[in-house]
C-alpha cells in the first residue's frame, strides 16, 4: 500500500484494498481509493491513531509526527455495518421510524452511528444505521466480542441486518477463516433466518401497548 501512494507521488489520506489468498499467501490489488474508507475504524483501533485527523492534517499541508516505522499494530479489529435492508428479500433497502435503538456500551467495543431512536430512515441516503467495532488479542477474540455486542443490540421500526450479522459471525467457517467472496450468497438462506423481531424487547414493548389500549 505503501509503495503504491510513493509510486504515485500520493500524499494526504487514501485507501488501498486487496484480496488474500491464504493457500498461495499472496494479495491481490483490487484499487485504491483517495479518501479514508468506512472500514478505518479497524484501523484506528489497532493502530490507536485518529486517522480523521491526520486526513485533516494532511490537507491543511501539516507536517506528520509519526513515521512509517511509528505505526504499530495492537490485536485485532473487527467491524459491522447494521442496515437497514432485509437480508431475506435480497437485502432490500427498509424505512421507517426508528422506534428503539440501544447498543450496549461494552469494553473494547466502538460505535458510530448516523441515527438515533425518533429519527426517521428514509429512501433518500444509504440505509446504514450504524458501524459496530470490537478489538480483541486474537481474530476470534474480537470476533466473538462482536458478535456479542450485535446480539445485544436493540432496533425497532424496520426490517434490518443485525440477526443476519450475528448468524455470519457465529458460523463455523467464517469463524475458522474459510469464508470465500461467494460464501454469503450460498449460504443465504441459512444465515438469513430470521429470530422474532426484536426478540425480548419487541415483546415488552408489544405488551406495554396492548396494556394500554382500551378494548
Partial sequence: AVKAAQAVGYQGAGTVE???DPARDEFYFLEMNTRLQVE???TEMITGLDLVSLQLDAAEGKPFALTQEDVRFDGWAMEARLYAEDPAQGFMPQSGKV???DIPEMKDVRMDAGVEAGDEV???YDPMIAKIIAHGATRD???ARLASALRQTKLLGFAHNCDFLVSLLDDDAFANGEADTGYIERNLGRL????AP???AAIALA???LMDRPF
Avoid: M, S
Fill in 122 to 124: 428514509t429512501a433518500f
Fill in 40 to 42: 478505518h475504524p479497524v
Fill in 99 to 101: 422506534r428503539l435503538f
Fill in 141 to 143: 477474540e474480537a470476533r
Fill in 18 to 20: 486487496f484480496l488474500y
Fill in 192 to 195: 438469513a433466518e430470521r429470530n
Fill in 198 to 200: 426484536g426478540g425480548a
Fill in 207 to 209: 405488551g406495554a401497548a
